[in-house]
């Protein structure tokens, strides 16, 4: 009656009423499907629901979908699949149904309105069910569906298939040689009349079945030449970019012979109708593509990869054009496409060998340096900076060392009057490369001192830690990795005392990752007199680190007490809890020591006048602590005790 009466309000009044009962059925129906209280007829009335012809009606019953193929997932038993399967079958089909767009629709899919919103929150669900039919199987039904429509499908109709084909593409066997092949032909095949949402629909769809592709060489070609011509129709120029990307992360040897073509696509990518996104997709696919020819014309071919983004920066610079964001000179694109082409071109260097990237960002690295200087007081450009040098470096590895002294002393001059914490990230980064290096390491020591200076000033201002976490997660990073890369440099450094109180100080830190980056510090400064004793420098490492700790444990301990009862949420708890393992790994009895120091500056009453924690609560945490023998025993011993102030 409600839905031959059309009231919507009633029809979504029993989609809640059915769902929640199949909700508090669903265990009882996965334990004994079909018999007494697991009737299956519920399921029945809730696939009903799903059927209505109103979209906001079937989507209240998607969270139990989820639920029950977790269960069913969990269980991994192939009868009660056998007997949920037709009942996906049938909620796959209905989805599709529901994904239909208007058939007055014009102009591709939107993803951003509220409808295509439920479209893909219909893809995320037929990803979550689909292991229960087989995505092979999910494959053909949606495409035999298509195929046999009395007269052929609507537009609508299909586009809507293949939307629901392409959620599940990406995991079809690579032996299905019947269904595939025919779609395929289909797309390769597409009139020049077809409406264009299932042109958009089908173009998605080859760069999901990049790794089938992949499998199936003989596609490429006439793929490509499909997608160049999707390239040249602005609607769908995005969506192709993101396929042919798609197709060369999967398919990096065959798509070696058609390099030049990518090359092509490359240096007239401006005058498609790209999104950023979709461009430097198309760089990362080109550059991925790249790694695996051979070293000679991996020279040449990043040469060209680079001049094309490089050779609009420089212009830009010496114009003296001010960059606006957004605006075709915006450095911000070029600055992204150069840096992800070197994230990308990883070529398998052997000991001795030159590396062929190098050369190439010896050559660019003054246009770099120009950029940096030019938009020193922009941290958005001046991050985009440091990423780009970030992966030129990973790139090349010690084959840029020549860079390092220049690129130090500009990171340096910049950061004493604009102290953007990129600097501090990429000076960890010329840590993790160089480290080890006896030629390096007095010179990023120098770094090192020379940023910790304007990096304590900001910190020490009012509300500084926690206006700065940027800085603060930036600049225990650094730290970290000087202890991971070469402890003693490190520890010998008269830097070290500054930067241990400076971590005291940030212990009760709320911002998560600033507060992570800190306890990361402290557990690799107290692993470097306890790990790898077989080492050489060991007896030295300790000689170091214990005096450290000796003098200042008892603050640290003091700080995470303070942190975990006070300033902390209870999920950033374990890494306070794991320093703490650590320091009673060191020195089990001053742990106890310092732990009663602690617990006796605690106040004992709240601002109401309870007691926070009594003798006893206080006298059962320290032995919880001091004869923990694991981590987990302490962060739940930690969690417990801060309660008790809450």
């Known amino acids: 009656m409600a839905v031959a009466e059309e009231d919507i309000d009633k029809c979504v009044n029993y989609s809640r009423i059915f769902t929640e009962l199949a909700e508090a059925f669903l265990e009882v129906m996965v334990e004994t499907p079909g018999r007494d209280l697991g009737d299956l007829r519920i399921l029945g009335a809730v696939l009903d629901c799903?059927?209505?012809?109103?979209?906001?009606?079937?989507?209240?019953?998607?969270?139990?979908?989820?639920?029950?193929?977790?269960?069913?997932?969990?269980?991994?038993?192939?009868?009660l699949n056998d007997v949920?399967?037709?009942?996906?079958?049938?909620?796959?089909?209905?989805?599709?149904?529901?994904?239909?767009?208007?058939?007055?629709?014009?102009?591709?899919?939107?993803?951003?309105?509220?409808?295509?919103?439920?479209?893909?929150?219909?893809?995320?669900?037929?990803?979550?069910?689909?292991?229960?039919?087989?995505?092979?199987?999910?494959?053909?039904?949606?495409?035999?569906?298509?195929?046999?429509?009395?007269?052929?499908?609507?537009?609508?109709?299909?586009?809507?298939?293949?939307?629901?084909?392409?959620?599940?593409?990406?995991?079809?066997?690579?032996?299905?040689?019947?269904?595939?092949?025919?779609?395929?032909?289909?797309?390769?095949?597409?009139?020049?009349?077809?409406?264009?949402?299932?042109?958009?629909?089908?173009?998605?769809?080859?760069?999901?079945?990049?790794?089938?592709?992949?499998?199936?060489?003989?596609?490429?070609?006439?793929l490509l030449s499909f997608l160049m011509d999707s390239l040249r129709v602005d609607t769908l120029a995005s969506v192709a970019a993101t396929s042919l990307m798609n197709l060369c992360s999967s398919c990096q040897e065959p798509m070696i012979k058609h390099f030049d073509g990518l090359l092509q696509i490359v240096q007239a990518m401006d005058s498609f109708n790209l999104t950023h996104e979709a461009g430097v997709g198309l760089?990362?696919?080109?550059?991925?593509?790249?790694?695996?020819?051979?070293?000679?014309?991996?020279?040449?071919?990043?040469?060209?990869?680079?001049?094309?983004?490089?050779?609009?920066?420089?212009?830009?610079?010496?114009?003296?054009?001010?960059?606006?964001?957004?605006?075709?000179?915006?450095?911000?694109?070029?600055?992204?496409?150069?840096?992800?082409?070197?994230?990308?071109?990883?070529?398998?260097?052997?000991?001795?060998?030159?590396?062929?990237?190098?050369?190439?960002?010896?050559?660019?690295?003054?246009?770099?340096?120009?950029?940096?200087?030019r938009y020193k007081a922009d941290i958005k450009i001046i991050e985009r900076c440091c990423r780009c040098l970030r992966f030129a470096i990973r790139c090349v590895g010690m084959g840029s060392v020549v860079l390092l002294n220049p690129l130090v002393s500009q990171m340096v001059n910049i950061y004493q009057s604009h102290q953007h914490s990129c600097f501090l990230y990429l000076g960890s980064i010329l840590v993790d490369e160089y480290g080890k290096d006896d030629g390096c390491i007095a010179g990023l020591l120098e770094m090192l001192q020379a940023f910790i200076v304007p990096?304590?000033?900001?910190?020490?201002?009012?509300?500084?830690?926690?206006?700065?976490?940027?800085?603060?997660?930036?600049?225990?990073?650094?730290?970290?990795?000087?202890?991971?890369?070469?402890?003693?440099?490190?520890?010998?450094?008269?830097?070290?005392?500054?930067?241990?109180?400076?971590?005291?100080?940030?212990?009760?830190?709320?911002?998560?990752?600033?507060?992570?980056?800190?306890?990361?510090?402290?557990?690799?400064?107290?692993?470097?007199?306890?790990?790898?004793?077989?080492?050489?420098?060991?007896?030295?490492?300790?000689?170091?680190?214990?005096?450290?700790?000796?003098?200042?444990?008892?603050e640290i301990t003091k700080g995470i007490i303070t942190a975990c009862v006070f300033h902390l949420p209870s999920f950033m708890v374990p890494d306070q809890g794991d320093v703490l393992f650590l320091l009673m790994k060191l020195d089990r009895a001053a742990v106890c020591q310092w732990l009663e120091t602690a617990l006796k500056a605690l106040p004992t009453q709240g601002n109401a006048g309870t007691v926070n924690a009594t003798q006893k609560q206080l006298t059962d945490f320290h032995k919880a602590i001091t004869t923990a023998e694991n981590q987990k025993e302490i962060i739940y011993a930690l969690r417990d005790f801060a309660r008790l102030f809450r």
């Open 50 to 79: 799903v059927g209505h012809c109103q979209y906001e009606v079937a989507e209240i019953t998607f969270n139990f979908w989820y639920r029950m193929s977790e269960i069913l997932y969990k269980r991994d038993n192939r009868i």
């Open 455 to 554: 990096a304590f000033q900001l910190l020490q201002t009012e509300n500084g830690l926690r206006d700065h976490p940027d800085t603060v997660d930036d600049l225990f990073r650094l730290c970290a990795r000087f202890v991971q890369r070469n402890p003693l440099a490190i520890l010998r450094s008269p830097v070290m005392q500054s930067v241990l109180e400076c971590a005291i100080f940030a212990i009760t830190l709320s911002h998560r990752e600033a507060n992570a980056s800190v306890m990361k510090f402290f557990r690799d400064l107290i692993n470097c007199a306890t790990d790898k004793p077989e080492k050489q420098n060991y007896e030295t490492r300790v000689s170091l680190v214990k005096p450290l700790f000796i003098t200042h444990g008892e």
């Open 84 to 222: 949920f399967r037709p009942y996906i079958h049938r909620l796959i089909t209905a989805l599709s149904g529901h994904c239909q767009l208007d058939p007055d629709h014009e102009g591709i899919p939107d993803e951003h309105d509220e409808f295509g919103e439920f479209r893909l929150r219909v893809s995320d669900l037929v990803k979550d069910v689909v292991y229960l039919v087989g995505s092979t199987t999910c494959f053909a039904q949606m495409f035999n569906n298509i195929a046999t429509q009395p007269g052929g499908a609507s537009w609508e109709v299909t586009e809507a298939a293949l939307f629901t084909m392409t959620a599940v593409s990406k995991n079809i066997l690579p032996g299905e040689n019947e269904i595939v092949p025919q779609v395929l032909q289909a797309i390769i095949n597409l009139p020049a009349t077809t409406h264009i949402a299932v042109k958009y629909t089908s173009t998605r769809m080859l760069g999901q079945l990049a790794e089938w592709i992949e499998k199936h060489p003989d596609y490429l070609e006439p």
């Open 283 to 373: 760089l990362k696919g080109t550059a991925l593509v790249l790694t695996k020819m051979p070293l000679d014309k991996i020279q040449e071919g990043l040469k060209q990869l680079v001049y094309v983004q490089i050779t609009p920066l420089s212009q830009a610079l010496k114009s003296g054009e001010v960059a606006k964001s957004g605006s075709k000179g915006d450095p911000t694109v070029w600055l992204d496409r150069l840096a992800e082409i070197f994230r990308h071109t990883n070529p398998s260097v052997n000991n001795g060998q030159a590396h062929p990237c190098q050369p190439l960002i010896q050559d660019i690295w003054p246009v770099l340096s120009d950029a940096c200087d």
